[in-house]
């Protein structure tokens, strides 16, 4: 069968593109093949402790006094199709999406070599614990695409407009309101602006679309719970980071915080994010019940007071999990054998306790049946689920091989060009590493997001095109003046 000419010039063009990106196209092929493999080996979705929080969310929605709800929510425009297994598809295909957007941004907006680009964005497409993450029913997915989408938008070359800016500002409100650790992400936002010397109309954009989400929320957490705030737990988990280190025997804390002083001795403590959810842990936690406004005040205050007491092991614990556990080659059972086993992908489904409650109502058998019609249950198929449990085993970033690209990319802010795009990039990686250590925990699942931001520092610092030939006088008076990087 002949073709006609237009169809035979398409076929052409197709087939020399795929031979001008080959090695982006292989590892393309390669991440698309791995999640169906996942996707087969393991029908539905792998669960987690907070999976039945964002489920019970999505049942009936409500601002979820531990954790912001914007990934309940999004599990909830979903729930009409009462399948989780499309939630699994629809994040594996985020992050394909997102990677292909990125590499073709890479490649023509940013001027990064081909074979840099593909470099950047093999690790997303490619790392065994991204793949395992996206299985698994928690908000860290959606929140690396809106997060990482925002950047490229907010990095792509020409003038930052207001609309730009807008839909900047609204997709970094949406992903604070999904994980609050994306809060900062908005000042490096409005440094890299103040930088790049925009006009004002740009920022008044900006800060309206994300303050809308962000403070929507506040406002429904308020007339909720009765605090103008995001969770109810930020004192909680401070205290948690402290109760690694406080020691109330060398330092006497205020009579009415006292009941707060951590178990045990210094050393031999459970993990700081494990201490507040143990059955006898001094927060007085239980299944299926919040932390009233009260005890987070007070953990708050105690967290405080160890600090300010003894800063220099607060210090250590910080740097430890960020210098130590976050860049170690190997990976440890951190922060309990449980919870870092759940990163990788199972040889047995997940069992449930019967009857254990979720907090809003209702246990975590029935807010399952609810959403889905079903029990939920991970279906694991042979030979599929095998072969990404030895996929696993051998293919993954490991922390030392992030700690090199972060410091690849550290070095060309300082001796490449385009500095301020660079760092636009590294320094959310660095935030979404370091932040956790200083205020929860070290958990691995945080490595993930921070990533493709190390990837694409260091790729726009060492792997651009030399410099294009001088635009004719006439195209050079005709450019866009608004904006005139400080690094260009």
């Known amino acids: 069968m002949l073709l006609s000419p237009l169809a035979d010039r398409r076929l052409k063009a197709a087939a020399g593109a795929v031979r001008g990106h080959w090695l982006f196209a292989a590892v393309l092929l390669a991440g698309v093949a791995l999640r ?58 985020a992050i394909v999406g997102i990677a292909a957007v990125g590499y073709r941004m890479l490649v023509r907006d940013f001027e990064v070599r081909r074979t840099w680009a593909a470099l950047a964005v093999a690790p997303i497409l490619l790392d065994s614990y991204q793949i395992e993450l996206e299985h698994l029913l928690l908000s860290d997915t959606v929140f690396t695409v809106l997060v990482f989408g925002a950047m490229l938008l907010v990095a792509k070359p020409g003038a930052t407009g207001w609309r730009r ?52 929320y506040a406002a429904w957490f308020q007339q909720e719970h009765g605090r103008f705030a995001m969770t109810g737990v930020d004192g909680i988990f401070l205290w948690g980071r402290t109760a690694a280190f406080a020691d109330c025997d060398a330092h006497t804390p205020p009579r009415d915080l006292a009941s707060l002083c951590p178990y045990g001795e210094k050393g031999s403590r459970p993990a700081s994010s494990h201490q507040i959810w143990e059955a006898n842990s001094p927060t007085g936690w239980s299944n299926g019940r919040a932390f009233d406004e009260e005890t987070n005040a007070r953990a708050q205050r105690f967290a405080v007071w160890a600090i300010r007491n003894q800063p220099v092991d607060y210090l250590r614990v910080v740097s430890y999990d960020f210098f130590v556990r976050t860049f170690a080659w190997h990976r440890s059972q951190y922060p309990t054998v449980g919870t870092e086993a759940r ?96 205020i929860v925990d070290f958990d691995y699942r945080y490595m993930l997001p921070a990533l493709p931001f190390a990837c694409f520092a260091a790729a726009m610092a060492w792997g651009r095109r030399g410099p294009a030939p001088a635009p004719a006088r006439g195209a050079a008076e005709e450019a866009e003046p608004e904006v005139q990087p400080a690094d260009a």
């Not at 900062?184 to 004002?200: D, E, H, M, Q, S």
Request: aromatic fraction near 12%.
């Open 36 to 93: 169906v493999v996942a996707m087969l080996g393991f029908r539905g979705v792998l669960w987690f402790n907070d999976s039945y929080d964002f489920v019970r969310i999505a049942d009936d929605p409500f601002p979820h006094p531990l954790r912001p709800s914007g990934y309940g929510l999004f599990l909830w425009v979903l729930k009409p199709f009462h399948s989780l297994a499309l939630v699994t598809v629809l994040q594996h295909a």
């Open 165 to 216: 800016a807008a839909v900047v500002g609204a997709l970094l409100g949406v992903a604070a309101v999904t994980r609050t650790v994306g809060l900062p992400l908005f000042a490096i936002v409005v440094v890299y602006l103040v930088v790049r010397r925009t006009r004002w109309p740009v920022y008044a954009a900006l800060a309206v679309t994300f303050v809308l989400p962000v403070g929507a």
């Open 343 to 438: 990163y990788h992908f199972p040889t047995k489904p997940t069992a449930r306790k019967p009857g254990l409650p979720v907090l809003g109502g209702g246990d975590r058998q029935s807010v399952v049946r609810e959403y889905s019609h079903g029990t939920g249950r991970t279906h694991i198929v042979e030979p599929y689920a095998g072969f990404m449990r030895g996929y696993q085993e051998r293919v993954s970033v490991p922390g030392t091989v992030l700690g090199a690209v972060l410091l690849a990319g550290a070095a060309g802010i300082v001796w490449r060009r385009a500095r301020a795009r660079t760092a636009l990039f590294w320094t959310p990686a660095v935030a979404l590493l370091a932040v956790p250590p200083a």
